[in-house]
């Protein structure tokens, strides 16, 4: 016999939304308060730092408009990660989704030569093919082969990250863009509506917002949504009611690839106009909209806040880039802060924390 | 440049750049090994990277650098191995914020540092008179930095304790079949704790090998995604630290060609294939069987309690 060890965890009934919902709040409070914490060692006032960040977030036409448009490819990200999560796939390869979201359209708005009017719509078509093959590879290696999905969506990331930097540098570097690594700028066809004055793409908004009130409903209420929630849940429940798992896993890569592939489409076409390095296209949204999709609950529509609440903090480190020469890089002390504080209010839902001596044998 | 010369450039640069490499995959095994999958290596190694240049810096000693960065990587990785064993919770995102606040601490901690030069670097040393061998000589003792030669020591004595001593026996049962460790009087978590401990310390000297020795400097993001490869180049060695040291050095290999070989490849294709062929490694060893005989531990990512499951 060992003595039992002084502190542990042990499991309690499931609890009421209102309370799931009280304790995550709580958890970003909490992470909050740490990143202030971490703001004072540093030297600058936690108070003066977020007044600056809610400010320049939401205090202006400016600040809320680029804080929208920051939220649009995490809105669709997360929604379609939602439904990954759901069916227990581990998606981290959004960001090179995205990124081969963005290659196809590029390769569609410089190369096809299709009619003006045409060109938007199949970048989109495009995008999400795009997309949804780089997220459907690892779903098939899984489902077939039982390949781990963790590690092949993340290789697939730099796979995609390096097609990107070499399509840049190479075949497709732009004639007159002497010097740099971009292509040639989209024809003004390829280039999506903006609400005037801002840089608020708001087709690609809209595609977002449909896709969580219609995943939303693909998951609760129709019967691959069940499906999807079985594997995901049950797996040995599945396998005996006749639910392909092959068949959902790819289904709910090809969803999950697919979004993420349009917010790609969206950011060459609504915001740079090019395709150019991957770290300027990517910027993270692949991994930020993972904290997106597991603050939700995996709920798509709930996606819709959450997309907001760390498009905030994206928006947040800009500013305080700006006025109190900070790096961007605060952005990922916020998140991770964040998720290490969600994973852990993650625990007081599922145990009760137990400190002293085990009760129960 | 002739080919002789051309192929101890080569190789030189392969075993310094394979180093931090094969430092992070030797702990990053050891973590695995006893079933806790840490995808914070990137985060641990650029806190790494980030403290042992300050301390470097501050001190103008590279080996309390070094030191500096064994500890925040060590520190960093107890983080990951509180949430993942005592709150159970998922590995995979706790492994992603440790990433996420690594990179961003390092990058708002080190914003001071950048651009400075470190006078204090750690230096390569030359091996009196083995140095002369032909070949060999200038590739494997002239000019390389202590830490390459204790990495490959570090390789073989990490393989002999796994393989051959009782502490590797309880590690792989832990990582295999908690329950029946646990059974048998091994202190699961404490084992669990201290494998991923490893890990963060091995990461953390990498980070530290980074900024003091390999380029001395700090500049935000340095590790530019070697704790990925280190997370894709624990599989490519089935989990065994000496096929760890021909993994790091091979995928080291590539890396450094995908500059030497710019006039026939485009670089960024061959800065692909350490990434593409992890996927196809994983293919070739798919089958359950084979990967299990490989040495996949079948507790990878499971918490344990006792009396659960």
Redesign the interface.
Known sequence: MKPPSWIGVERRPALPPWLVFAISMGAIVSALIAAGIFFQAYGVSPFRAYGDIIRGALGSKLGITETIRRAIPLLLIGVGLTVAFRALFWNIGAEGQLLMGAVTATGIALFSGLPGPMLLPAMFVGGFLGGAAWGVIPAALKAKLGINDVITTLMLNYVAIYVVDWLIHGPWKGTAMRGFAYTDPFPAAAILPTIAGTRVHWPTLLIGLLAAVVFFILVRRTRVGFEIRVVGENPHAARFSGISQVKITILAMLISGGLAGMAGVGEVAGIHHMLLGPANVALGYGYTAIIVAWLARRNPLAVILTAFVFAVIMRGGDVIKVSLGLPFQLVNVFNGLILFFLIGSEILMRYRIRIGRRTTA | MSWESWVIATLSRTLAYGTPLLLATLGEIYAERSGV?N?GVE?MMIIGAYAAFSVAYATGNPWLGIGAGAIAGGAFSL?HAF?CI?????Q???G??????????????G?GLEGFPLFSSLRGVTVPGLHRIPILGPILFEGQNLLVYIAIVLAVLLWFVLYKTRIGISIRAVGEDPATADSL?V?V?RVRYLCVLVGGVLAGVAGGYLSVAYRPAWT??MTA?MG?IV??LT?FAFWNPLLGLFGAYFFAALFHLSFRLQAWL?P??L??MP??L??VV??LV?R?TLQKRMGAPSALTIPY?R?ED
């Open positions: 999958l995808l985060g983080i949430a005592t709150l159970r919770a998922n995979v995102v706790s992603l914020a440790l990433t996420m606040l690594g990179l961003g601490l390092s990058g708002v901690l914003r009087g202190h978590a935000e993001g995604g990925w997370i894709a599989i485009a960024e294709l800065k692909m990434y593409a992890a996927i994983l293919i798919s359950g309690t009396g």
